[in-house]
């Protein structure tokens, strides 16, 4: 079956960077494109960008754009999220989700991955 | 990139039927058929409930249903059941293959 695993729970101070991974299996990694979503506590999703694990193109939010890299290693089946200049507001838990591929829906998430940026 | 505008809460009572709308632009909603709909219960990942308006995912119940006029999408759940309490977003595909969720309702189940 489809999974998508991140990985675990990261504290990081005002101005560091983090990076979060997402292993796909249960599918063929590079047939799906990977979209990165968040969600502040208590707050809504932001859709943050997608990577499509055929070519490598990204397309990132024009909020993000500059502070955000996407990145996949299709030998490892895994994809990755890198989000620099980390500010209070990036506290939110991560998600990484899979482009339906017909269309363009979300359609298996990860379990998700809670960055805390705290000085 | 503004977000897609959605009721802050919505409540019925089991068996009856209840609509949240998402209201967007002719960038977005307005513009495409890529509306999407996810469930979120408290603390877990969203589940995908309908996608390019109107289809559902296999697994997902008919009692959950979507539409579009215009700018704004509709999703639909009849005989409401108590396991249908949670939040739920839109989403759309938008202008630069980009994307944007909308803000979130919350559906009580009374």
């Known amino acids: 079956q489809v999974q998508l695993v991140q990985s675990g729970a990261e504290v990081k101070k005002p101005g560091a960077s983090v990076k979060v991974s997402c292993k796909a299996s249960?599918?063929?990694?590079?047939?799906?494109?990977i979209h990165w979503v968040r969600q502040a506590p208590g707050q809504r999703l932001e859709w943050m960008g997608w990577?499509?694990?055929?070519?490598?193109?990204?397309r990132y939010s024009q909020k993000l754009q500059g502070r955000v890299t996407i990145t996949r290693d299709t030998s490892a089946s895994t994809a990755y999220m890198e989000l620099s200049s980390l500010k209070s507001e990036d506290t939110a838990v991560y998600y990484c989700?899979?482009?339906?591929?017909?269309?363009?829906?979300?359609?298996?998430w990860g379990q998700g991955t809670l960055v805390t940026v705290s000085s | 990139q503004s977000a897609l505008t959605q009721p802050a809460s919505v409540s019925g009572s089991p068996g009856q039927s209840i609509t949240i709308s998402c209201t967007g632009t002719s960038s977005d909603v307005g513009g495409y058929n890529y509306v999407s709909w996810y469930q979120q219960h408290p603390g877990k990942a969203p589940k995908l409930m309908i996608y390019d308006v109107s289809k559902r995912p296999s697994g997902v119940s008919n009692r959950f249903s979507g539409s579009k006029s215009g700018n704004t999408a509709s999703l639909t759940i009849s005989g409401l059941q108590a396991e249908d309490e949670a939040d739920y977003y839109c989403?759309?595909?938008?202008?630069?293959?980009?994307?944007?969720f909308g803000t979130g309702t919350k559906v009580t189940v009374l």
């Open positions: 989700a899979r482009d339906g591929g017909s269309s363009w829906e979300f359609d298996y």
């Open positions: 989403s759309s595909y938008s202008s630069s293959s980009t994307f944007v």
């Open positions: 249960g599918y063929t990694f590079n047939r799906y494109s």
């Open positions: 990577i499509s694990t055929a070519n490598g193109n990204t």
